[in-house]
C-alpha cells in the first residue's frame, strides 16, 4: 500500500505511542489499512476498510458504505484480544452471492482502549452536569469526553476520505452507521446528529445503563438521559430506519427493560417493524463478538434491502 505524507506522519506518531494495531486478513474481498489524523479528535485512528469481492471484480461499480464502530473487531479473530470476531466479510460475502443484499464497502474505526467510552459516549447527555459527575465518581469515564469529536471525524473527515478514495455511493439512502455495547449508543446517536448523513443505524447489544454497578444497585439516571435524547432527536421515520437488538446473558441481561421502551419510543414515534424499524431478543446470547456474528445478518438485510422487498417479520413483540 502506497502511504501519502500524512499518512506516513499519522503512523510514525501511532508508532511513537505504541506497536501498531496487528493487519487484519479477510477471507473474501480485501483490507485497505489507514492510519488517519483527526482534527476533531487531536488523535491518529486506524481505519480498515473491507472491499467486497463485488468492488475488486467491477471498476465501474459504486456500493453502499457502511460505517463501524471498533474496527479492529470486525474481520480476523486471529487479531483480537478474546479471539473472536465479527466475520463480516464472510457474513456479508454470503448475503450478497445469494442475492440477499448488495455488498457495502465497510469502513471499520478502531477504537482506542483507554479512551473507547469517553470517545463512544453520546456527549450531549452530559449537559447534565449532575450525570457527568456521577459518571467521573463512579469511574465510568476515566478520560475527556471525545463522544462530539469522534462523530464529527467519522462524520465528515473520514467520510471525506471515504468518499474520494472509494466508489462509495453517497447520500443518506446510501450510508449507514453500525456497532455494538457503546458502539451501539454512538450508533443510535450519529443517526440524531447528522440525519443529513446517515440513512440507517445499527444498534447491537446497545450499552443503555451507562454504569452497570450503579445501574444494578439502582441508579437509573443515564439510561432516563439517553432515552430523553432520542425522544428529541430521533429522525423522521419516513426517511430513516433503526435496528437494535440484545441478548439475554452476561452484561446484556441488563439491557431489556431500556430496549423495551426505546423500541416503544420508537413505535410511538411513527416507526414501524419491518419497514423503519427491527429489533430482536436472541435467548442465551452473551455479550461478546461471537454473538454479534451469528446475529448482524439480520440488521445487514434490514439496511441494505429496499424496505419493499424486507420480509422478515421482527422478533420482538
Same mark, same amino acid.
Given at each position: 500500500?502506497?502511504?501519502?505524507?500524512?499518512?506516513?506522519?499519522?503512523?510514525?506518531?501511532?508508532?511513537?505511542?505504541?506497536?501498531?494495531?496487528?493487519?487484519?486478513?479477510?477471507?473474501?474481498?480485501?483490507?485497505?489499512?489507514?492510519?488517519?489524523?483527526?482534527?476533531?479528535?487531536?488523535?491518529?485512528?486506524?481505519?480498515?476498510?473491507?472491499?467486497?469481492?463485488?468492488?475488486?471484480?467491477?471498476?465501474?461499480?459504486?456500493?453502499?458504505?457502511?460505517?463501524?464502530?471498533?474496527?479492529?473487531?470486525?474481520?480476523?479473530?486471529?487479531?483480537?484480544?478474546?479471539?473472536?470476531?465479527?466475520?463480516?466479510?464472510?457474513?456479508?460475502?454470503?448475503?450478497?452471492?445469494?442475492?440477499?443484499?448488495?455488498?457495502?464497502?465497510?469502513?471499520?474505526?478502531?477504537?482506542?482502549?483507554?479512551?473507547?467510552?469517553?470517545?463512544?459516549?453520546?456527549?450531549?447527555?452530559?449537559?447534565?452536569?449532575?450525570?457527568?459527575?456521577?459518571?467521573?465518581?463512579?469511574?465510568?469515564?476515566?478520560?475527556?469526553?471525545?463522544?462530539?469529536?469522534?462523530?464529527?471525524?467519522?462524520?465528515?473527515?473520514?467520510?471525506?476520505?471515504?468518499?474520494?478514495?472509494?466508489?462509495?455511493?453517497?447520500?443518506?439512502?446510501?450510508?449507514?452507521?453500525?456497532?455494538?455495547?457503546?458502539? %451501539?449508543?454512538?450508533?443510535?446517536?450519529?443517526?440524531?446528529?447528522?440525519?443529513?448523513?446517515?440513512? %440507517?443505524?445499527?444498534?447491537?447489544?446497545?450499552?443503555?445503563?451507562?454504569?452497570?454497578?450503579?445501574?444494578?444497585?439502582?441508579?437509573?439516571?443515564?439510561?432516563?438521559?439517553?432515552?430523553?435524547?432520542?425522544?428529541?432527536?430521533?429522525?423522521?421515520?419516513?426517511?430513516?430506519?433503526?435496528?437494535?437488538?440484545?441478548?439475554?446473558?452476561?452484561?446484556?441481561?441488563?439491557?431489556?427493560?431500556?430496549?423495551?421502551?426505546?423500541?416503544?419510543?420508537?413505535?410511538?414515534?411513527?416507526?414501524?417493524? %419491518?419497514?423503519?424499524?427491527?429489533?430482536?431478543?436472541?435467548?442465551?446470547?452473551?455479550?461478546?463478538?461471537?454473538?454479534?456474528?451469528?446475529?448482524?445478518?439480520?440488521?445487514?438485510?434490514?439496511?441494505?434491502?429496499?424496505?419493499?422487498?424486507?420480509?422478515?417479520?421482527?422478533?420482538?413483540?
Amino acid at each position: 500500500m502506497r502511504y501519502s505524507l500524512l499518512a506516513l506522519a499519522a503512523c510514525a506518531a501511532i508508532t511513537a505511542a505504541g506497536a501498531l494495531p496487528p493487519l487484519q486478513t479477510p477471507d473474501a474481498g480485501r483490507i485497505d489499512r489507514h492510519y488517519l489524523y483527526s482534527p476533531e479528535m487531536q488523535d491518529t485512528i486506524t481505519v480498515d476498510v473491507w472491499l467486497p469481492e463485488s468492488y475488486l471484480a467491477n471498476k465501474e461499480s459504486y456500493l453502499p458504505v457502511l460505517y463501524m464502530h471498533d474496527g479492529q473487531n470486525l474481520f480476523d479473530a486471529a487479531t483480537t484480544w478474546n479471539h473472536q470476531s465479527w466475520e463480516m466479510d464472510s457474513v456479508v460475502s454470503r448475503l450478497n452471492e445469494t442475492g440477499l443484499i448488495v455488498a457495502p464497502v465497510i469502513v471499520g474505526i478502531h477504537s482506542i482502549p483507554e479512551s473507547r467510552v469517553a470517545d463512544l459516549m453520546p456527549q450531549a447527555l452530559f449537559n447534565d452536569t449532575v450525570l457527568l459527575q456521577e459518571a467521573r465518581n463512579g469511574k465510568f469515564l476515566t478520560t475527556p469526553l471525545r463522544g462530539d469529536a469522534y462523530a464529527k471525524f467519522v462524520s465528515t473527515t473520514l467520510r471525506d476520505m471515504i468518499e474520494q478514495q472509494y466508489r462509495v455511493l453517497s447520500g443518506p439512502e446510501n450510508t449507514f452507521v453500525m456497532g455494538s455495547s457503546m458502539g %451501539g449508543l454512538m450508533s443510535a446517536y450519529m443517526i440524531c446528529e447528522y440525519p443529513e448523513i446517515y440513512g %440507517g443505524a445499527a444498534c447491537l447489544s446497545t450499552h443503555w445503563v451507562g454504569s452497570v454497578t450503579d445501574y444494578a444497585a439502582g441508579e437509573e439516571r443515564f439510561p432516563r438521559a439517553m432515552y430523553d435524547y432520542l425522544a428529541k432527536h430521533l429522525p423522521s421515520p419516513d426517511s430513516h430506519k433503526l435496528y437494535f437488538d440484545r441478548g439475554t446473558e452476561t452484561i446484556d441481561a441488563y439491557y431489556d427493560k431500556w430496549d423495551d421502551r426505546v423500541i416503544a419510543l420508537c413505535n410511538s414515534l411513527g416507526y414501524r417493524h %419491518g419497514v423503519s424499524l427491527d429489533s430482536g431478543v436472541y435467548p442465551g446470547a452473551p455479550h461478546e463478538e461471537s454473538a454479534w456474528k451469528q446475529r448482524v445478518h439480520r440488521p445487514l438485510r434490514f439496511l441494505l434491502t429496499p424496505p419493499q422487498t424486507f420480509t422478515l417479520r421482527p422478533l420482538h413483540p
